[in-house]
Each structure stands twice: as structure tokens, then as C-alpha cells.
């Protein structure tokens, strides 16, 4: 019997996060009907991760794998998922719980964040459109850069005026920065492109500022259940189960 994959979002008060959060695992379900696939939460929604898996013990099942659902390994990845299995480790010893890897860095996210702005009619040969690329932030700085990046790697690939990172909190620069920036490159007309896998509260806050500074900017969708971000929870969870069976073989990223 494979063990269940358990997929935990951080949570959020906008119900369409938790709902986007449920579609994304419809996807996973439906590229492997085999697996028992259970979506969980860190706070804010609900079920909790304790209860999903004190559920997934209850139906007999000895070992689950957790896949957190995010995008670099910021506080959340570091201390709230640990503390969260530890604490079910606590309750239930003989219950193995394995956590895999965030979800990136990895190319499926550039690729998924990248037709998602695709999807909105945006062309590569703009030289007058500047990009912002809007992500949370974090206190982590690996975690920006991993936004920052693709940014550039986006820059490189294209004609326009610049694309450039943004963030909703915590890192530099915000939004009027990189709006700022991308004028000064000679941008004219200015997309927001989605780091983020659902809608909510940070993201909303983006959309507010760049209309704010840019007028009407082209919207970008989240990542949500793109089949590229679908295929990378699955590859988490394989690796995981890889490294539980051969540790040396897999270490793990820091």
C-alpha cells in the first residue's frame, strides 16, 4: 500500500486560497487515482496538518509522506512544518512520518509562472513592457533570491523593458520600487506576473499597489493547479519516499 501523500499550504482567511489550494490536489489525484492524497493546512484553514495525519493513522495506514506546498524554504518550511510532524511524532511514535522538500526552486514553477502570464497576451518582444514578478517575501533572503532569479532568467529570454521582483512584505523592493525601476528602463506598459500558488491577502496587495502606480497593468493568475506544479508535488513525494528508503543517496536541501 503506498503511503498517503499529505500536501500542507500555509492557510489563509480568503476562502479562495483554500479552495485554489483543493483544486491543485484534484490535479495530483487525477495524474495518480492510485494514491491516497489529502490536503492539509499549517493555520488560518482548515483541516490542520496534526489532524490530517492523526486521520491518516486512524485509517490504518503506519507511514505518510508530507509535501509542503512551498514555493523556498522560509520560516514556514524551516519551523512551522517540522514543529507541526514533530508534534504528531510526539503523539503517535510508531507512525513514520516523512516531509519532503519545498516545491522549489525548480523549473516547473518558472515554466507554470511563466504561461500563466503568457495566458494574459503578453509577448516576449515588448520592448516597452516592464514585468513585475510579485511574491510574499521573507526575512529568509535564499527565498527572494529564488524570485529575484527567475526574474532574470525571464530578462534573458525576452525584449522587454525589464522584469524585475517584487514583494508584498518583509523584503525589498515593494511594488512602487520596482514599478519605479521598470521605468527607469524605459517600460511604458507593466505586467504582474504571479509567484504565488493561490489567491489571498498578499497577492490582493500587489494587484492594489501596482494599479496604484501603473494605472491598469496586465494580471496574471497564481500558479494554482497548473499540471507542471501537480507533477512537481508527485516528484516531491517520490524523492521523499526515495530518501527514506536510501538517506545517503538523498540529502537533503538546507
Not at 527607469?184 to 492594489?208: E, M, Y
Amino acid at each position: 500500500m503506498n503511503a498517503p501523500l499529505v500536501a500542507v499550504a500555509h492557510g489563509s482567511r480568503d476562502p479562495r486560497s483554500a479552495a485554489t489550494i483543493h483544486a491543485l490536489m484534484d490535479v495530483v489525484r487525477a495524474m495518480r487515482p492510485d494514491l491516497d492524497v489529502r490536503t492539509a493546512f499549517l493555520d488560518l484553514s482548515a483541516p490542520r496538518l496534526g489532524d490530517v495525519l492523526g486521520a491518516v493513522h486512524g485509517d490504518g495506514h503506519r507511514e505518510a509522506v508530507v509535501v509542503p506546498l512551498l514555493l523556498g524554504r522560509a520560516f514556514h518550511a524551516r519551523v512551522d512544518v517540522p514543529a507541526a510532524v514533530a508534534d504528531v511524532q510526539q503523539r503517535l511514535p510508531r507512525f513514520r512520518v516523512h516531509t519532503s522538500d519545498v516545491l522549489g526552486p525548480d523549473s516547473r514553477l518558472d515554466e507554470a509562472a511563466w504561461e500563466r502570464l503568457a495566458q494574459t497576451g503578453v509577448r516576449a518582444d515588448d520592448p516597452e513592457l516592464g514585468v513585475v514578478l510579485a511574491g510574499a517575501g521573507s526575512s529568509h533572503d535564499p527565498a527572494n533570491r529564488l524570485v529575484a532569479d527567475v526574474a532574470a532568467r525571464w530578462q534573458a529570454r525576452t525584449s522587454w523593458a525589464g522584469a524585475v521582483a517584487a514583494f508584498a512584505a518583509a523584503a525589498d523592493p515593494d511594488v512602487p520600487a520596482a514599478v519605479a525601476d521598470l521605468r527607469a528602463r524605459g517600460a511604458r506598459r507593466f505586467a504582474v506576473a504571479s509567484w504565488f500558488l493561490a489567491p489571498g491577502l498578499l497577492p490582493d496587495r500587489i494587484i492594489r499597489l501596482a494599479r496604484e502606480h501603473t494605472g491598469e497593468p496586465v494580471l496574471a493568475e497564481p500558479m494554482a493547479d497548473h499540471p507542471g506544479v501537480a507533477e512537481l508535488v508527485l516528484q516531491r513525494y517520490a524523492d521523499a519516499l526515495a530518501a527514506a528508503s536510501h538517506p545517503a543517496e538523498y540529502p537533503r536541501a538546507q
